[in-house]
């Protein structure tokens, strides 16, 4: 791709994404605040050229690609208005969309803002986390708006291929933040509160459904306090919805309905294989 | 080792054992109430015999292994005790031992019963499913009582050995029950029930974490029932205190208590790395 990259914040994502692009575009240009990873991220040869001073890189690029927690993004695009121009194309990949994109894009109406979500994660956060390999097989969400021109859109569709993602799926800012209190805060509260039921002696007696639903226990307390925060009314609803779901399974086990438990796992065994389809 | 192998049931597990055992114990055989099952196993070589008889093949076994659903194991023993006798090793690898193991050694004293728990498993029930490296690096519970012997305890080790598990655990079996629900029996139903509120268009929006989560939702309907059904009182109190952790979840999010959220996502992700060791 013919193009310049900008990234701000090389964590675990922004240094997986200029990790994967390596090669694959003009030149990986990246900001920091911190002098230490910049120059990690020279000497691994992991991007092209660094510094700590937004404005002395990100004029220059064709795409940005804001990778900082999700509370600061906002303020990192205002802050820095001046720098960004028509014909740049400034993208985010936090894990929620709904008020960031809304809010850049009416704030800042003469430049283009794209939301997306690289579905990808480790337990490791920073650049020493980062990989080549972290998007491959994923899923990337872009969350378009009628603020976004065709042109824009296909340029970020094209890096999210580069970035080697299995699926390229589009919805709306809001959908988005709907489904994924669902599909990952909730599996992600499960795991924290599972840890937090933790029993003396239990450790002798782990299996495999354990370690896989514990698995992302081993979290990044700031990001994932400002996710839950972030969606608390989706999340909120989901906790009550779950609750519901193991009353009813309680209320059927102190019963001793035996008919109506396997009924139920058949039809939840069904709608897995669909969803795994 | 020296020693003539009887099992009974070829069902994941059963089969499982057989393959794990085959070339390192005298004699494989096997009882299945299905004549298709037995012919199977004899022709891809699993048991050097089989039978549909239990009175043909198992009195002359140094060890029988009980791999029935649990609710029919201790029938079975029951049903048949004419063919046990003294020297007989008598093995269950059944996921719950509370009951099952008092009652066994209480109806039969003259037979050494013991209880064991071989804590692995897969989405795919039957002989089909059977795997010989099933129970590579997995824990292996056993659940001595007064009433079992040094040479009986030692021969169960040996054969689990043979299986290649990583670790051999020994508890009461009511400790047992208690540390189960908490390790295998919550994580299974918190998968259900995170299917049972699936949401129409998220699986276009699942990452890692859901998939990890959901993986066991591929239930087995007919074990699952009979676990969660023998195992309710020491299940709902389970259901009752994560609940009671969601809802604290629920609690600080709401109130905005982003430092609450951090102190308590520090603490667990702390115990985490302490069960992981």
């Given amino acids: 791709m013919n193009k310049k990259i900008g990234i701000v914040g090389l964590g675990l994502i922004g240094a ?15 900001v920091d605040r911190d002098e230490a990873v910049i120059k990690i991220a020279m000497e691994r040869k992991i991007i092209d050229k660094g510094s700590t001073k937004p404005e002395e890189i990100l004029g220059k690029v064709d795409l940005v690609i804001f990778a900082l927690y999700p509370s600061d993004i906002l303020n990192y695009i205002v802050e820095h208005k001046n720098i960004w121009h028509k014909g740049q194309i400034l993208m985010d990949v936090a894990g929620l969309k709904g ?11 003469d430049v283009e803002f794209i939301g997306t979500h690289p579905m990808a994660g480790r ?4 650049i020493k986390g ?13 969350t378009p708006t009628d603020k976004n021109s065709v042109e824009g859109l296909n340029f970020v569709r094209e890096m999210a291929l580069l970035l080697g993602v299995k699926n390229i ?3 709306t800012p809001e959908e988005h933040d709907a489904l994924i209190a669902y599909t990952s805060h909730m599996p992600h509260l499960l795991a924290l509160a599972l840890i937090d039921n933790y029993t003396q002696g239990s450790e002798k007696i782990i299996g495999r459904s354990f370690l896989d639903a514990t698995r992302v226990a081993n979290i990044n307390e700031r990001l994932w306090s400002e996710l ?11 906790i009550d ?3 519901g779901k193991l009353l009813n399974f309680k209320e059927k086990i102190n019963k001793d309905d035996r008919i109506g438990l396997e009924e139920k796992m058949k039809g939840i065994k069904a709608l897995k294989e669909r969803i795994d389809k």
Same sequence: chains 1, 2.
């Fill in 169 to 171: 799926f589009e919805m």
């Fill in 16 to 30: 997986s994404i200029a990790l994967s692009l390596k090669g694959k575009v003009d030149e990986i240009l990246a």
């Fill in 130 to 142: 980062a990989r080549e390999e972290l998007f491959l097989g994923s899923n990337f969400i872009i």
């Fill in 99 to 109: 008020e960031l994109v809304k809010t850049v894009q009416s704030l800042l109406p």
């Fill in 123 to 126: 337990e490791v956060s920073g």
């Fill in 228 to 238: 839950f925060l972030m969606n608390k009314g989706a999340l909120s609803e989901e």
């Fill in 241 to 243: 919805k779950i609750i």
